[in-house]
C-alpha cells in the first residue's frame, strides 16, 4: 500500500514558541491531505483539509492562525503550530487520499506527538 | 451533520475466539461510504475494511467482516479467530460522497484486548 510519513514523530518545545510538522506522501501523489488531532485514548479530530496550491479548509472551532497548513506540492503537506501553549500538547496526524475522492483509499502517517512545556 | 458512535470503549476476547464490535451512525445522505479502521499502540492507523452504502453484501477481508444494516444504520465489525496481533484501538469512520463530504468522521473507538 501507499506510504504517508510524518516528521518529527515526537517533538518537545517551550511555550510561545513555533512547530513545524510535515506529511509526506512517499509513492504517490495526493491532491488533499488532513491533519487531525487525537486526545489520549479519543477519537480522531479532523482540524483541517489541505488542497495542494490552495488554502486550507478548517474545521469550525479551528483557530486558523494557530494552526497553519501549507501544501505547497503533490508530496507535502506542513502543519505549523505557532505560539504553541500547553493545551497544544496532543497527538497529530495527518492522512493523503490515494486515488479519486470518492474511493480513494486513506493512509494514514505515523503521527506526530507534541509536548509543550 | 453525521455522526458516527461506538458504544463499547473496551473490549476483550480470548485469542482464537470471534468478537463483534458495533458501530452506528446517523445520516440524511443515502449513499456513503463506510470504514472500520485499526491503531495497534504506538503504531499507525490502517484500514481494515470498507463498505459502500450502495451495496446490499457485507464487506468480507479474510477473518474480518462486517454486517451493514442500512435501514438502521448499523455498521458492526467481526474478527473471527483473534489473534494477539489484532490487540488494537478499532475506529469506525463514515465519509459522505459529495461536495465537501470526502473527510471522515470518525466514532470515539473502542479498545480491543486479545488475551492469550
Known amino acids: 500500500g501507499a506510504v504517508v510519513s510524518q516528521h518529527p514523530s515526537w517533538v518537545i518545545c517551550k511555550s510561545g514558541t513555533s512547530v513545524k510538522i510535515e506529511c509526506r506522501s512517499l509513492d504517490f501523489q495526493a491532491t488533499t491531505m488532513f491533519w487531525y488531532r487525537q486526545f489520549p485514548k479519543k477519537s480522531l479530530m479532523l482540524m483541517a483539509t489541505?488542497?495542494?496550491?490552495?488554502?486550507?479548509?478548517?474545521e469550525q472551532g479551528v483557530e486558523k492562525d494557530k494552526f497553519l497548513i501549507n501544501h505547497a506540492s503533490l508530496t507535502l503537506s506542513t502543519l505549523t503550530v505557532t505560539s504553541a501553549h500547553p493545551e497544544d500538547s496532543s497527538f497529530y496526524i495527518c492522512?493523503?487520499?490515494?486515488?479519486?475522492?470518492?474511493?480513494?483509499?486513506?493512509?494514514f502517517g505515523e503521527g506526530s506527538r507534541l509536548t509543550v512545556l | 451533520a453525521q455522526t458516527v458512535t461506538q458504544s463499547q470503549p473496551e473490549m476483550s476476547v480470548q485469542e482464537a475466539e470471534t468478537v463483534t464490535l458495533s458501530c452506528t451512525y446517523d445520516?440524511?445522505?443515502?449513499?456513503?461510504?463506510l470504514f472500520w479502521y485499526k491503531q495497534p499502540p504506538s503504531r499507525q492507523m490502517i484500514l481494515v475494511i470498507r463498505?459502500?452504502?450502495?451495496?446490499?453484501q457485507n464487506a468480507t477481508e479474510n477473518r474480518f467482516s462486517v454486517n451493514f444494516q442500512k435501514a438502521a444504520k448499523s455498521f458492526s465489525l467481526k474478527i473471527s479467530d483473534s489473534q494477539l496481533g489484532d490487540t488494537a484501538m478499532y475506529f469506525c469512520a463514515f465519509m459522505g460522497s459529495g461536495g465537501s463530504n470526502y473527510k471522515l468522521t470518525f466514532g470515539k473507538g473502542t479498545l480491543l484486548t486479545v488475551n492469550p
Open positions: 492522512s493523503a487520499r490515494s486515488g479519486p475522492l470518492n474511493t480513494g483509499e486513506l493512509f
Open positions: 489541505s488542497n495542494e496550491g490552495s488554502k486550507a479548509t478548517y
Open positions: 445520516t440524511s445522505e443515502n449513499n456513503y461510504y
Open positions: 463498505q459502500e452504502a450502495y451495496k446490499q
